[in-house]
């Protein structure tokens, strides 16, 4: 077995805390999720909504950029966190527009379904690990041949170049290519969710009080919604914008502090590490 | 010369001394291979058919347990081989000295099984699976060369696939990845999925309650 | 039982048991020993006299021979080892012609290049980058007198350090290991080959998740 931090002895006011303390532990927010609500309990409620947005910037911070990918992943979990724990602090709205309850469930549902699927390849893991320190009680046979036998064996140099040596030995030093290719193909989203608070920073001061929904006008997949969701939390920590929701799922106001003292470039430098 | 053989016309001796024959050549094949060997090149040295080949190992698997050997027979990662019997390993591993660097973390073991019951999968699929990004642990999976490059998707970005290795299949000491049980048998219970409904339920709480039913707590 | 040595009975019974043990700890150490193992060591490890530990591989070589198994255990070099039986020759040979050619190759090639280029190298930095056991196949390369020890570690341990000869520099047609390819850039340096090792030991990511660390123990 491993080190396991246990939650239990932090308070849960401070989850942001709590996650700092345990990345070496928790691999990430799936296992971090599965652990709370499996094994200890925590009903998601009574943990403070400014902290999970804490804990999901200091998350992505940690990761510095290096795959903005699963930051996003990050943000849209950190999101539908968010919104389901608003329904449940705040009391029974009938005003409720269809059309987000619906999305909501849907995220909810593609969440819940994630988290299944998690838990059933860390239970997997478990086998592998019965299989593997099973295994690791043998010890194979690995003398090979006899002197007399080695004469025999093909000749292991036939046909060989010092070009194939060299190939041979950057194929085994090589680090692994993989790395290169995900960052051309995760690009847009990177610039999105640096540009999503260098935009808002940019149009928000002349802008006067706007809606959210105003802000994320044509934004047709949901990820790009949440990202600007997450930035405009982002300005409100960082003192730059007041928000406003009259009732709840009503429009957010989002307006300018007139005594904001915000530079975007520190901000952007945090994102992208 | 030891013990001579004497030769009685019976068909069925003479089978048995073929077998016999046939399990000397196995004993000193697998002696000096280094990689488990196939029952069909056993079968191809040998001329006997590979169902023959089978046969004879299992006896021979057999009769090692029988006889208390410090060694076994096994089949693995599609071959036979010998090994340490595991209840010697305490005495192995004063010989070894290398000891437990071969242990697999928690993260290398969740990556595998993706890796195995998925294959072939991205990094980018691995990584939504355990949300977190895999990349480092499956370079370390790679350079032990558990896991490896396969193919690459058809689709865009021709984004490369991998796969589990022989090296896996003797690591975890089996024969094929269709000897892991099937991942059904991991999929969580009802109580599972009704903990994670219950904390990830929408809207406000006591209308939940009313929905889910029960409010005992379930968990394991 | 061949050669009853004790005449009071229980007490001869309590050996014969204390020798199987001693028996099976061999059978398995053997198999997995890649060079002879010394009766010394053998006697170290059991914690058994010298003199007894002769007296049981004794037995079981002629006990091997008696069952006509298709191996043997031999007294080379000094030490005891399994080898295959001589009159099994024949299949051995057929073994290694038909056998194990392919894998071997790309396995050794990549081991004899890695020496190549990064020479003086140990077994365990060797292992390390090919993120598998390297001993049989830089075994058989120093057979075929292709690499060499060539020094020892100054550090703590007291490696072997291997090299390759003047043999491989003729087979390679060139005058210098300088006089190979160099190799691309994005290549690690030698400096960082030791980080590697200490990366796949422990990986980067995964430090908090190993508790004992009976990783440090590797040197041989």
Redesign the interface.
Same mark, same amino acid.
């Given at each position: 077995m491993w080190v396991r931090l246990s939650i239990v002895d932090i308070p849960l006011g401070s989850w942001a805390v709590s996650v700092t303390v345990t990345t070496a532990v928790y691999q990430g927010p799936f296992d971090l999720l599965l652990d709370l609500i499996l094994r200890e309990e925590v009903e998601l409620y009574e943990v403070s909504l400014s902290a999970i947005v804490d804990a999901y910037l200091t998350e992505l911070e940690r990761l510095e950029g290096l795959d903005l990918e699963m930051a996003t992943e990050f943000l849209l979990i950190a999101a539908i966190l968010v919104e389901l724990k608003t329904r449940r602090l705040l009391p029974s709205d009938h005003r409720v527009d269809p059309d987000d309850e619906f999305g909501l469930w849907e995220e909810r549902d593609l969440l819940l379904a994630r988290l299944v699927e998690c838990k059933t390849f860390k239970d997997a893991a478990v086998v592998l690990r019965r299989l593997s320190e099973e295994a690791a009680r043998s010890w194979p046979r690995r003398a090979g041949l006899e002197a007399p036998f080695l004469a025999l064996a093909p000749d292991l140099l036939d046909g060989v170049g010092a070009e194939d040596l060299r190939r041979a030995c950057e194929r085994a030093l090589a680090p692994r290519p993989s790395t290169h290719v995900e960052t051309d193909h995760i690009a847009p989203i990177r610039a999105s969710v640096a540009d999503a608070v260098v935009e808002l920073a940019a149009v928000l001061p002349d802008a006067g009080t706007v809606t959210f929904r105003d802000l994320t006008t044509g934004m047709v997949d949901r990820i790009w919604v949440v990202v600007r969701f997450l930035a405009i939390l982002e300005l409100y920590k960082q003192g730059a914008v007041d928000l406003h929701q009259a009732d709840s799922f009503g429009e957010i106001q989002v307006s300018w502090r007139p005594d904001a003292n915000f530079a975007a470039g520190d901000l952007v430098d945090a994102y992208e590490g | 010369m030891? %013990?001579p053989e004497q030769n009685d016309v019976s068909s069925t001796e003479f089978a048995e001394a073929a077998d016999?024959e046939a399990?000397?050549?196995? $004993?000193?094949?697998?002696?000096?291979?280094?990689? /488990? #060997?196939a029952p069909n090149?056993l079968a191809?040295?040998?001329e006997v058919p590979a169902r023959r080949v089978e046969a004879i190992c299992d006896d021979m698997a057999s009769m090692y347990r029988r006889e208390?050997?410090?060694? %076994?027979m096994?089949r693995?990662a599609g071959g036979y081989?010998?090994?340490?019997? /595991?209840?010697?390993?305490p005495? =192995?591993e004063?010989? =070894? &000295?290398?000891?437990?660097?071969?242990?697999? *973390?928690?993260?290398? &073991?969740?990556t595998?099984?993706?890796v195995?019951?998925k294959q072939p999968v991205s990094? #980018?699929q691995m990584?939504?699976?355990?949300?977190?990004?895999v $990349? @480092? +642990?499956?370079?370390?999976l790679?350079?032990?060369?558990?896991i490896d490059e396969v193919s690459r998707d058809p689709g865009p970005?021709?984004? +490369?696939l991998y796969g589990t290795t022989q090296?896996f299949l003797?690591?975890?000491?089996?024969d094929a990845v269709s000897d892991? /049980?099937p991942?059904g048998e991991? =999929? /969580?219970g009802p109580e599972? =999925?009704e903990?994670? $409904?219950r904390?990830?339920?929408? @809207?406000?709480?006591?209308?939940?309650l009313v929905v889910d039913g029960a409010d005992d *707590?379930a968990?394991?």
């Amino acid at each position: 077995m491993w080190v396991r931090l246990s939650i239990v002895d932090i308070p849960l006011g401070s989850w942001a805390v709590s996650v700092t303390v345990t990345t070496a532990v928790y691999q990430g927010p799936f296992d971090l999720l599965l652990d709370l609500i499996l094994r200890e309990e925590v009903e998601l409620y009574e943990v403070s909504l400014s902290a999970i947005v804490d804990a999901y910037l200091t998350e992505l911070e940690r990761l510095e950029g290096l795959d903005l990918e699963m930051a996003t992943e990050f943000l849209l979990i950190a999101a539908i966190l968010v919104e389901l724990k608003t329904r449940r602090l705040l009391p029974s709205d009938h005003r409720v527009d269809p059309d987000d309850e619906f999305g909501l469930w849907e995220e909810r549902d593609l969440l819940l379904a994630r988290l299944v699927e998690c838990k059933t390849f860390k239970d997997a893991a478990v086998v592998l690990r019965r299989l593997s320190e099973e295994a690791a009680r043998s010890w194979p046979r690995r003398a090979g041949l006899e002197a007399p036998f080695l004469a025999l064996a093909p000749d292991l140099l036939d046909g060989v170049g010092a070009e194939d040596l060299r190939r041979a030995c950057e194929r085994a030093l090589a680090p692994r290519p993989s790395t290169h290719v995900e960052t051309d193909h995760i690009a847009p989203i990177r610039a999105s969710v640096a540009d999503a608070v260098v935009e808002l920073a940019a149009v928000l001061p002349d802008a006067g009080t706007v809606t959210f929904r105003d802000l994320t006008t044509g934004m047709v997949d949901r990820i790009w919604v949440v990202v600007r969701f997450l930035a405009i939390l982002e300005l409100y920590k960082q003192g730059a914008v007041d928000l406003h929701q009259a009732d709840s799922f009503g429009e957010i106001q989002v307006s300018w502090r007139p005594d904001a003292n915000f530079a975007a470039g520190d901000l952007v430098d945090a994102y992208e590490g | 010369m030891d %013990t001579p053989e004497q030769n009685d016309v019976s068909s069925t001796e003479f089978a048995e001394a073929a077998d016999g024959e046939a399990r000397r050549a196995i $004993e000193a094949i697998l002696m000096v291979a280094v990689d /488990p #060997v196939a029952p069909n090149l056993l079968a191809q040295l040998l001329e006997v058919p590979a169902r023959r080949v089978e046969a004879i190992c299992d006896d021979m698997a057999s009769m090692y347990r029988r006889e208390r050997r410090g060694f %076994t027979m096994e089949r693995v990662a599609g071959g036979y081989r010998f090994q340490s019997h /595991p209840d010697q390993a305490p005495w =192995v591993e004063r010989f =070894v &000295l290398e000891g437990q660097s071969r242990r697999l *973390t928690a993260a290398a &073991l969740e990556t595998l099984a993706i890796v195995a019951y998925k294959q072939p999968v991205s990094r #980018v699929q691995m990584s939504a699976i355990r949300g977190v990004d895999v $990349e @480092g +642990v499956m370079r370390n999976l790679q350079h032990r060369g558990l896991i490896d490059e396969v193919s690459r998707d058809p689709g865009p970005g021709n984004a +490369v696939l991998y796969g589990t290795t022989q090296e896996f299949l003797e690591r975890m000491g089996i024969d094929a990845v269709s000897d892991l /049980p099937p991942l059904g048998e991991f =999929v /969580p219970g009802p109580e599972v =999925v009704e903990a994670l $409904e219950r904390s990830l339920r929408v @809207g406000p709480d006591e209308e939940a309650l009313v929905v889910d039913g029960a409010d005992d *707590t379930a968990g394991e």
